[in-house]
T-cell receptor
Framework: DADVTQTPRNRITKTGKRIMLECSQT?????MYWYRQDPGLGLRLIYYSFDVKDINKGEISDGYSVSRQAQAKFSLSLESAIPNQTALYFC????????????FGSGTRLTVV | AQSVTQLGSHVSVSEGALVLLRCNYSSSVPPYLFWYVQYPNQGLQLLLK??????LVKGINGFEAEFKKSETSFHLTKPSAHMSDAAEYFC????????????FGQGTTLQVKP
């Protein structure tokens, strides 16, 4: 099994619909992150969580919300999807302050029509 | 603001030629630097990282990068390109004061021609 699992892998949804992207990890790390990738823009941080009671906004959190259900689970929700949220979404996890390497999931390709 | 700039969104080399992907960062504090690779339809995989110590860092698949503080650079190189190196490459930076959040560059797509 992969260290970081994202579901679904691909999703097409309609404008205005609520959608949830799920992420689970088996690394035992406390820190989890959600990024979105757009061509020419690299990866931009949406939300991050350092433990189940600590959730923080990233640089592009508007229109998104998250839930940290357990140490291993971190889900991202789009409350009312819009076309410019069409992107590739990545979940990642990392260890403590002196271990800055991330482990990424395989991504969720979301299309909002 | 802290940032990462990758010069060149697309780089094309011939098989066997030198690969050079450029990365510059802006920071007023010591950085921790990373290179990630993304193959088509896959997530990001860590190539190498610099945290402290030796400034020349060796990674997987024959890649290496050198941290040059005076130039605020962390360029990625490989002496001889293989067809399998074709992918998108991302430079990223974080800082001890940034509590581990990674800031990514825009990415560089490497094309390897036969």
């Amino acid at each position: 099994d992969a260290d970081v699992t994202q579901t679904p892998r691909n999703r097409i949804t309609k404008t205005g619909k609520r959608i949830m992207l799920e992420c689970s990890q088996t690394k035992g790390h406390d820190r989890m992150y959600w990024y979105r990738q757009d061509p020419g823009l690299g990866l931009r941080l949406i939300y991050y969580s350092f433990d189940v009671k600590d959730i923080n906004k990233g640089e592009i959190s508007d229109g998104y919300s998250v839930s940290r259900q357990a140490q291993a689970k971190f889900s991202l929700s789009l409350e009312s999807a819009i076309p410019n949220q069409t992107a590739l979404y990545f979940c990642a996890t990392s260890g403590g302050w002196n271990n800055y390497g991330y482990t990424f999931g395989s991504g969720t390709r979301l299309t909002v029509v | 603001a802290q940032s990462v700039t990758q010069l060149g969104s697309h780089v094309s080399v011939s098989e066997g030629a030198l690969v050079l992907l450029r990365c510059n960062y802006s920071s007023s504090v010591p950085p921790y630097l990373f290179w990630y690779v993304q193959y088509p339809n896959q997530g990001l995989q860590l190539l190498l990282k610099y945290t402290t110590g030796a400034t020349l860092v060796k990674g997987i698949n024959g890649f290496e990068a050198e941290f040059k503080k005076s130039e605020t650079s962390f360029h990625l190189t490989k002496p001889s390109a293989h067809m399998s190196d074709a992918a998108e490459y991302f430079c990223a930076v974080t800082y001890s004061s940034n509590t581990g959040k990674l800031i990514f560059g825009q990415g560089t797509t490497l094309q390897v021609k036969p």
